[in-house]
């Protein structure tokens, strides 16, 4: 994936994300891995809003990669399929280990299961394998300003803010990310 093509507010073919399955972000919690993991994708709005601006912060926070886990993929039949969807065993038992392994608990819950939606962008902060922290920012983008739909109140400085925030919680006592 070309992330500078597909995110059209992404202007650093430097950037520090770097593609993973579901299957990685499994194995990165299993090993005990400290970092940020982005979950989300080009196709989504809030996500394209929001690129950018991850990508300058982790850089000055000092962060050499971040991973992405898009939750989109083509499935057995070549279909484009969402994994928040559940649509088949197999599916909905894989998100269902990574909603669990984070300890992931939210109101809205995956259609005909028990198992909590999650909303993109997601950002989770993990550290020695353990959930330390997400966010999950709704905002569009007008410019360089972040704002949330029917507002037009500059978020900019709240995102940065929560994003600093979290990174930091992976950043005490530093390990490898």
Not at 64 to 74: P, Q
Not at 115 to 133: D, E, Q, T
Request: hydrophobic residues 35%; negative net charge; charged residues 30%.
């Amino acid at each position: 994936m070309d992330y500078c093509l597909e995110y059209k507010y992404l202007n650093d073919e430097n950037h520090l994300f770097k593609k993973i399955t579901p299957d990685d972000l499994i194995n990165l919690i299993d090993t005990f891995y400290t970092g940020i993991i982005y979950i989300g994708g080009p196709w989504c709005i809030n996500c394209q809003s929001v690129i950018d601006l991850v990508n300058s912060i982790g850089k000055k926070k000092g962060l050499t990669e971040i991973y992405n886990m898009d939750t989109k993929f083509i499935n057995v039949y070549g279909e484009e399929e969402d994994i928040r969807d559940c649509k088949s065993l197999e599916v909905k038992l894989k998100y269902y280990e990574i909603v669990e392994k984070m300890h992931f608990k939210s109101e809205e819950l995956c259609d005909y299961t028990l198992i909590s939606r999650m909303h993109v962008p997601f950002f989770l902060a993990l550290k020695n394998g353990n959930c330390v922290g997400y966010i999950s920012p709704k905002y569009l983008r007008d410019g360089v300003l972040l704002y949330v739909d029917g507002d037009t109140e500059d978020k900019t400085v709240d995102f940065t803010a929560e994003l600093v925030d979290l990174i930091n919680k992976i950043q005490d006592d530093r390990q490898q990310y």
